[in-house]
T-cell receptor
Framework: GENVEQHPSTLSVQEGDSAVIKCTYSDSASNYFPWYKQELGKRPQLIIDIRSNVGEKKDQRIAVTLNKTAKHFSLHITETQPEDSAVYFCAVTPEGNNRLAFGKGNQVVVIP | DSGVTQTPKHLITATGQRVTLRCSPRSGDLSVYWYQQSLDQGLQFLIQYYNGEERAKGNILERFSAQQFPDLHSELNLSSLELGDSALYFC????????????FGSGTRLTVV
């Protein structure tokens, strides 16, 4: 099956600083790369996604960059705020597959 | 509201008992996925159904079973419950291509005492 790894497992940042978390995957046929945010006790929610024909996508303070050659993609959060504190899950769906394979999650803590 | 409805929201039961969790997918979605999330753990994929048929199986115990009905709602049955089964159980749904929208419900928190 698809191997999806996230690093670092926990990231603490000062409010206002940037946070970057990285996701690596094993299947070179993967073509869709979403990031989900899960606040404590709540459901995971899609915050941004990227497809394999695009290298970068931005939505206000968040962005995702994709390096298909190296088989990794990253979530960038700028000007972090306390409400950015959450667990972030990356996922991939290889071509021909019909579900998402999730990483184990990154805990992001924004220190006020 | 994500459009994926899970009931009940909370469930407390004793060891050895059996429970049924219910999921109604978003309108138009044919796929339903079940996940287990224990404390401080990731999303453990259990099973997927597509239009009434089992499509993929993950780390689902033999004590657990699921089905998807003709109206596309799904039920996850957990039997001979153990303390370690206490977790958040999420259901997600998607259209045939999950890239077109893979949405989670709010989950059922199961506590086994």
């Amino acid at each position: 099956g698809e191997n999806v790894e996230q690093h670092p497992s926990t990231l603490s940042v000062q409010e206002g600083d940037s946070a970057v978390i990285k996701c690596t995957y094993s299947d070179s046929a993967s073509n869709y790369f979403p990031w989900y945010k899960q606040e404590l006790g709540k459901r995971p929610q899609l915050i941004i996604d990227i497809r394999s024909n695009v290298g970068e996508k931005k939505d206000q303070r968040i962005a995702v960059t994709l390096n298909k050659t190296a088989k990794h993609f990253s979530l960038h959060i700028t000007e972090t705020q306390p409400e950015d504190s959450a667990v972030y899950f990356c996922a991939v769906t290889p071509e021909g597959n019909n579900r998402l394979a999730f990483g184990k999650g990154n805990q992001v803590v924004v220190i006020p | 509201d994500s459009g994926v409805t899970q009931t009940p929201k909370h469930l407390i039961t004793a060891t050895g008992q059996r429970v049924t969790l219910r999921c109604s997918p978003r309108s138009g979605d044919l796929s339903v996925y079940w996940y287990q999330q224990s404390l401080d753990q990731g999303l453990q994929f259990l099973i997927q159904y597509y239009n009434g048929e089992e499509r993929a199986k993950g780390n689902i115990l033999e004590r657990f079973s699921a089905q998807q009905f003709p109206d596309l709602h799904s039920e996850l049955n957990l039997s001979s419950l153990e303390l370690g089964d206490s977790a958040l159980y999420f259901c997600a749904s998607s259209p045939p291509d999950p890239r077109d929208g893979y949405t989670f419900g709010s989950g059922t928190r199961l506590t086994v005492v």
